[in-house]
């Protein structure tokens, strides 16, 4: 039961903060289904192009990341390029804020 609780939330971290970028910034499919779905096909075009380049440091797969995962937010959400750059960023800075407060809650 508590595996299932730690993957809701989990699940809710990582794509609640999607959801509500690509609806700020007016992306086409909003739905929670397609913020998963192209989280997941982030991950996989990242992990593609990560086996392809080795030895990247921390920095330059930081700077890799964030136009691939918009590739990715791009085919799904129905954005174009550039938008698709800045829902991944506001989506960075919301689970940031995120993850801090809840953090500085449950610390508290």
Do not use: D
Not at 29 to 35: E, L, P, V
Not at 58 to 73: K, N, R, T, V
Request: proline share 3%.
């Amino acid at each position: 039961m508590e595996f299932i609780v730690l993957l809701i939330v989990v699940v809710a971290v990582l794509v609640l903060p999607l959801k509500m970028a690509a609806v700020m910034l007016g992306a086409r499919n909003t739905g929670a289904f397609y913020c998963l779905f192209a989280l997941l096909l982030a991950v996989i075009i990242q992990r593609f192009v990560g086996g392809m380049i080795p030895g990247v440091t921390e920095e330059w797969g930081m700077l890799i990341s964030i136009p691939l995962a918009a590739i990715a937010y791009m085919l799904v959400l129905g954005t174009g390029f550039l938008k698709a750059i800045l829902i991944a960023i506001v989506q960075g800075l919301i689970m940031i804020g995120a993850v801090l407060f809840f953090g500085a809650f449950l610390t508290a």
